[in-house]
């Protein structure tokens, strides 16, 4: 099984955190300390902020169900005249179908409001179109809004040679033998690799699945190639929210809110946005709040059990 620098796949959320530890050097760097606020939800925040953007998994939804009254939030906030956004590392699929799912859930985004970082991915490939690029995604996953030309990477070793580049987008059905496809075919030639969810795992009922985050980091480590991430922590995806938001005004009237320190609370933070920190369900359930804090040198403006 691949590791990074040495990490086994994790099982808990101390060894998720661990595990983000140690591909630090690859993400932005910390704001610093700062005061970190308690708060029983979201509501004592409604005046102090103008745009607000929620991470979706651990937050507004656990798999295919919502939790309870996160809609109700997001609702409440839209009442009172604040712009509200999704923004997800979810890459596997095509933003309408993300919307549509969002909306099946009572979440009320639309394709304006939701922001997912294949989305930011794609923004960039379309303006290097032209190369023909092996895909990772799930082997049912849609690939027909993808720039051409394109092939999905499967168990043919000649189709990762035959790669100009490769964007990794989603990898429920990625194997360790693909991954070591993936790195002998770049061990000989080097080539740029584009990371749509930079997650190193994600909650699943029972276990942390691997995401393509922990892949990209694992052959970084395996043939010295840098992958370009486009969601969060990185700022593309945000860039992105600004420019969905049609927001211009001060960064500091931006609230993120998710469950991860590396990817939410850390990658807001270094756009200059404040971030509220969700520990009662999603990937940092049952975490020491202070010893992560502390350890990581993340520290949130807010934590709260739900929005
Ligand atoms: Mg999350």
Same mark, same amino acid.
Not at 108 to 125: D, I, N, Y
Not at 263 to 285: E, K
């Given at each position: 099984?691949?590791?990074?620098?040495?990490?086994?796949?994790?099982?808990? &959320?101390?060894?998720?955190?661990?595990?983000?530890?140690?591909?630090?050097?690859?993400?932005?760097? /910390?704001?610093?300390?700062?005061?970190?606020? &308690?708060? #029983?939800?979201?509501?004592?925040?409604?005046?102090?902020?103008?745009?607000?953007?929620?991470?979706?998994?651990?937050?507004? $939804?656990?798999?295919?169900?919502?939790?309870?009254? +996160?809609?109700?939030?997001?609702?409440?906030?839209?009442?009172?005249? !604040? %712009?509200?956004?999704?923004?997800? $590392?979810?890459?596997?699929?095509?933003?309408?179908?993300?919307? /549509? !799912?969002?909306?099946?859930?009572?979440?009320?985004?639309?394709?304006?409001?939701?922001?997912?970082?294949?989305?930011?991915?794609?923004?960039?490939?379309?303006?290097?179109?032209?190369?023909?690029?092996?895909?990772? /995604?799930?082997?049912?996953?849609?690939?027909?809004?993808?720039? %051409?030309?394109?092939?999905?990477?499967?168990?043919?070793? *000649?189709?990762?040679?035959?790669?100009?580049?490769?964007?990794?987008?989603?990898?429920?059905? =990625?194997?360790?033998?693909?991954?070591?496809?993936?790195?002998?075919?770049?061990?000989?030639? #080097?080539? #740029?690799?584009?990371?749509? $969810?930079?997650?190193?795992?994600?909650?699943?009922?029972? +276990?942390?699945?691997?995401?393509?985050?922990?892949?990209?980091?694992?052959?970084?480590?395996?043939?010295?190639?840098?992958? !370009?991430?486009?969601?969060?922590?990185?700022? +593309?995806?945000?860039? @992105?929210? @600004?420019? !969905?938001?049609?927001?211009?005004?001060? &960064?500091?009237?931006?609230?993120?809110?998710?469950?991860?320190?590396? %990817?939410?609370?850390?990658?807001?933070? *270094?756009?200059?946005?404040?971030?509220? =920190?969700?520990?009662?369900?999603?990937?940092? *359930?049952?975490?020491?709040?202070?010893? /992560?804090?502390?350890?990581?040198?993340? =520290?949130?403006?807010?934590?709260?059990?739900?929005?």
């Amino acid at each position: 099984m691949a590791t990074v620098d040495g990490g086994g796949p994790p099982t808990t &959320p101390a060894q998720v955190l661990a595990a983000y530890e140690r591909v630090r050097d690859q993400l932005p760097r /910390a704001v610093g300390e700062r005061p970190l606020r &308690p708060l #029983p939800d979201l509501a004592p925040l409604t005046d102090a902020y103008d745009l607000f953007l929620f991470d979706a998994f651990g937050v507004l $939804n656990l798999g295919e169900r919502a939790i309870p009254d +996160a809609s109700a939030r997001l609702q409440a906030l839209r009442a009172a005249g !604040k %712009t509200v956004l999704m923004v997800s $590392n979810a890459a596997s699929v095509p933003l309408p179908r993300l919307v /549509a !799912k969002y909306q099946r859930l009572g979440m009320g985004f639309t394709a304006e409001t939701l922001v997912s970082s294949r989305e930011a991915l794609l923004a960039h490939w379309h303006a290097h179109a032209g190369a023909r690029m092996g895909v990772m /995604a799930p082997d049912d996953g849609p690939l027909d809004d993808l720039p %051409t030309p394109h092939h999905r990477l499967l168990d043919d070793p *000649a189709a990762y040679d035959a790669a100009e580049g490769f964007v990794l987008l989603g990898s429920d059905h =990625w194997t360790p033998h693909r991954q070591a496809l993936l790195c002998d075919s770049l061990r000989r030639h #080097p080539r #740029p690799v584009w990371v749509g $969810n930079p997650d190193l795992v994600a909650p699943r009922e029972d +276990a942390f699945s691997l995401e393509p985050g922990w892949w990209a980091a694992d052959l970084q480590r395996a043939t010295g190639v840098v992958p !370009k991430a486009f969601g969060k922590p990185h700022a +593309a995806i945000f860039q @992105l929210a @600004l420019a !969905k938001a049609g927001y211009r005004g001060d &960064p500091r009237r931006v609230l993120m809110v998710g469950d991860t320190l590396h %990817t939410d609370v850390l990658g807001a933070q *270094a756009m200059g946005f404040d971030a509220a =920190w969700v520990v009662g369900q999603g990937a940092s *359930a049952g975490l020491d709040v202070m010893a /992560a804090v502390r350890r990581t040198g993340i =520290w949130p403006d807010y934590v709260l059990p739900h929005i």
